[in-house]
């Protein structure tokens, strides 16, 4: 079964940054990150697919980016300008469907969840 890694969480400041990083063990053809802050539902922040192409969440556009390293079977969000709002854990997701999906149905793999924590 598909395994999936992910690093990268930490404690920030308004205003700060990090890079999430996710290791799969195998090919997958759509990869997406989530997240979800205590007491609320679990949300795509973004996602991407087998030709590179992304898409995101309206909170995180032009803040976030999504991107793959398909020779190290890695995906990444680099998270800038961050905001206290950003607080949540965070899970990579893979699964075998083809297209850039926010819901959460087509991942058949999830990651164990890396913190993400950001004080004002």
């Known amino acids: 079964a598909q395994q999936l890694v992910e690093s990268g969480g930490g404690s920030v400041q308004a205003g700060g940054s990090l890079r999430l990083s996710c290791a799969a063990s195998?090919?997958?053809?759509?990869l997406a990150w989530f997240r979800q802050a205590p007491g609320k539902e679990r949300e795509g922040v973004a996602a991407?697919?087998?030709?590179?192409?992304?898409c995101y969440a309206d909170s995180v556009k032009g803040r976030f980016t999504i991107s793959k390293d398909n020779a190290k079977n890695t995906l990444y969000l680099q998270m800038n300008n961050l905001k206290p709002e950003d607080t949540a854990m965070y899970y990579c997701?893979?699964?075998?469907?083809?297209?850039?999906?926010?819901?959460?149905?087509?991942?058949?793999?999830w990651g164990q969840g890396t913190q993400v924590t950001v004080s004002s």
């Open positions: 991407i697919d087998q030709r590179s192409n992304t």
């Open positions: 195998g090919d997958t053809y759509s």
């Open positions: 997701a893979a699964g075998r469907s083809w297209g850039c999906f926010l819901g959460s149905r087509p991942y058949n793999y």
